[in-house]
Nanobody, 112 residues
Framework: QVQLVESGGGLVQAGGSLRLSCAAS?????MGWYRQAPEKQRELVAS???????DYADSVKGRFTISRDNAKNTVYLQMNSLEPDDTAVYYC?????????WGQGTQVTVSS
């Protein structure tokens, strides 16, 4: 059974930083971070291919950085200059062939 395990969420003041990690139990092709705020749809935050090509939501460009360690099957999300609107549950997603795998989510709360 493939598992993705996230860590690193928490409570931080506006302007602060957090680093999320997601460890997969096997190698993945594209990996990404999504988030879902209360009463909103889940949205893509950032993604990264096996070769390191990245994509970001406009709302986080210049503030968030996604990276991965293929040897560890791990993807990271460095979040700087956090804003209250970044408050959400953050989910890790991994893609292997036609299959998508999700982590259980980690809460990020940014206080004003």
């Amino acid at each position: 059974q493939v598992q993705l395990v996230e860590s690193g969420g928490g409570l931080v003041q506006a302007g602060g930083s957090l680093r999320l990690s997601c460890a997969a139990s096997r190698s993945m092709f594209t990996m990404g971070w999504y988030r879902q705020a209360p009463e909103k749809q889940r949205e893509l935050v950032a993604s990264i291919s096996t070769g390191g090509t990245t994509d970001y939501a406009d709302s986080v460009k210049g503030r968030f950085t996604i990276s991965r360690d293929n040897a560890k099957n791990t993807v990271y999300l460095q979040m700087n200059s956090l804003e209250p609107d970044d408050t959400a549950v953050y989910y890790c997603k991994g893609t292997y062939g036609p299959w998508n795998y999700w982590g259980q989510g980690t809460q990020v709360t940014v206080s004003s």
